[in-house]
């Protein structure tokens, strides 16, 4: 199994008979991005510890949809390895029709955009009384947009109020964010991302995939550059990077 040469620090578990190992950069990444670096407050800390939970959990389910779909479709025991900025999933012998491999690899992202739709769906059961009001504030509120009054009035009542719990809430949004923007941007077609192999196997051609991955992360850089969002634009640039070499090696295929 690939992912036991486990370093100090890691934890290992098996869980639905999958064995996984989180390694102690992820926990690190995920401070960081949760704002670990600029902590004032108890408070703060509070907000950078519940991103970390929800990022994890996150990345889990991910890889969850991942392994115990290829197992099903494939064959031999997955193991599952969180390290840096994400995770993955070794399987012995992966699925061997290409619509086997799409829908392994589709699994993934779809368990994380449904934990996300069952945070969201919770807190606004949960607080608002309404499931959909929770997936709309959850949504429009990171785009800086307004939820309609039928959603936002129970919100913000709520608020007010004293019944919501901002740690609750805060728990519940992390997820949510979490799980349905990192989902979505895993489905952009680029490589080492699930859209560049999702859009590999439905060309059926990794080369053209490689290409398509190429230029967007290029565009998505120069973007980020012309923004001031310096973070973006090294991650896009990294990207960028990847597929460049995924090129070259289609290339001499």
Known sequence: MQCCSSTKGSLYFELFGV???IRPTSWIVLALLGGGLSIDSGADVSGVLTFVVAGMLCLLVHE????LVGRKLGSGEPSIEIAGLGGVTYTPYPPRT???YFTMVLAGPLASLLLGIVAGGLMGLLFFGNPLAGILISLMQPLGLDAPDWAYVPFISSIESGELSLFALSCFFDIFFVCMYWSLFNLLPLFPLDGGKLLGTLLDNYRTASIVGLVLALGLC??????GMWFNMVITGYLAAINWQYLRSFHKE
């Not at 969850?64 to 392994?67: I, P, T, V, Y």
């Not at 120069?222 to 923004?227: E, H, P, Q, T």
Request: net charge positive; proline share 6%; aromatic share 12%.
């Open 98 to 100: 290409r619509w086997g």
């Open 64 to 67: 969850f949809g991942h392994a």
């Open 19 to 21: 064995p996984v190992l």
């Open 222 to 227: 120069l973007l980020s550059l012309i923004n």
